[in-house]
């Protein structure tokens, strides 16, 4: 038999039912994303015929260090990546968020930044460039944040790729300076069945 309390309490829960969504934890993928190890400890050089990459103590976003990618070849790209981050966590359909701060010393040139799904033999999934285009880089640092999804093969996991590209002029050099790097997948988010609090 139910008391006055428990039938009033009844009455309640089949006239307003709640959901509970559990927050997506935050999973940081990255190594060495602000370079504060002092080297380039956690990132892959990917050089053009005339480029050097080097993480350095001149004018940092934040800390004491940023990561410094010249590329003086013209019309060419050299680029950096975080490669093959979450291998076993991320899975296809991943949220994943990305933040990075940059700012260019060059002339005619332009800053990419692009994520890969990756197949874990294989060529990408998917290549995403983000933003859509070329980064609006100046000579002070910006904040740059996006918010994708990762492609529909990760079995390699996903890699964050940020490429100076220099453009035709044969004096064209590029001078790209990153900092505080992060590539987070939001996992766990689930909403609850409808629930009423007793």
């Known amino acids: 038999m139910l008391t006055s309390f428990a039938r009033a309490l009844a009455t309640l829960c089949a006239l307003a039912s709640f959901t509970l969504v559990h927050a997506a934890p935050q999973v940081e993928l990255t190594t060495n994303g602000d370079f504060e190890t002092g080297d380039e400890t956690g990132w892959q050089y990917?050089?053009?015929g005339n480029?050097?990459?080097n993480a350095t103590s001149f004018q940092p976003n934040n800390g004491t260090w940023c990561g410094d990618l010249l590329n003086s070849l013209?019309?060419?790209l050299a680029g950096i990546q975080q490669a093959n981050l979450g291998v076993g966590t991320v899975q296809p359909g991943d949220t994943i968020a990305i933040s990075?701060?940059?700012?260019i010393q060059g002339t005619d040139e332009q800053g990419l930044a692009e994520l890969l799904s990756e197949t874990s033999g294989g060529a990408p999934s998917s290549v995403e460039l983000l933003g859509g285009g070329p980064l609006p880089l100046?000579?002070?640092w910006q904040d740059f944040s996006f918010v994708t999804t990762a492609g529909p093969d990760v079995s390699g996991g996903i890699s964050l790729r940020i490429s100076a590209?220099?453009?035709f002029d044969p004096n064209?050099?590029?001078?790209l300076f990153v900092d505080d790097v992060s590539v987070k997948v939001l996992t766990g988010s689930v909403a609850g069945a409808p629930y009423c609090f007793g």
Do not use: M
């Not at 990075?100 to 700012?103: D, N, Q, T, Y």
């Open 46 to 48: 990917l050089p053009s």
């Open 51 to 53: 480029s050097a990459f």
């Open 74 to 76: 013209p019309n060419s």
């Open 100 to 103: 990075f701060s940059a700012r």
């Open 138 to 140: 100046s000579i002070t």
């Open 165 to 167: 590209d220099t453009g």
């Open 172 to 175: 064209s050099f590029a001078s």
